[in-house]
């Protein structure tokens, strides 16, 4: 069988809707106001971190429907939801917790 494999352009590149990331974190940052959607933290000539909700190695996308404006603090603490979420630096489908 014929293995197709996604070759990830990097932060300065596209995606695979053809959209860059440079374009789609200032979008972003435009939309939610340059403020953490988490907390609500704004600061004059601060840039949040922008969060890939869905990891970008598992969606490959950079669609303004997946990002998201966090500070620094907040986007560690998704990162660390997601990390646990997904098993990691895994390719693997989230893992529900609880009953099998």
């Known amino acids: 069988f014929p293995v197709t494999i996604r070759r990830q352009e990097g932060k300065h590149g ?6 860059s990331w440079k374009v789609q974190r200032k979008l972003c940052w435009e ?5 953490c959607k ?16 869905v990891p970008y190695r598992i969606s490959f996308s950079h669609s303004l429907d997946n990002l ?3 500070c620094r603090s907040c986007h560690k603490k998704e990162e660390a939801k997601i990390k646990e979420l997904w098993g990691g ?3 693997r489908p989230p893992v529900k917790k609880g009953k099998k």
Not at 14 to 19: A, I
């Open 14 to 19: 596209l995606d695979k809707d053809g959209l």
């Open 31 to 35: 939309r939610d106001d340059y403020t």
């Open 68 to 70: 998201l404006s966090l």
């Open 89 to 91: 630096h895994t390719l």
């Open 38 to 53: 988490k907390c609500g933290k704004k600061k004059e000539g601060w840039k949040p971190d922008c969060h890939h909700k």
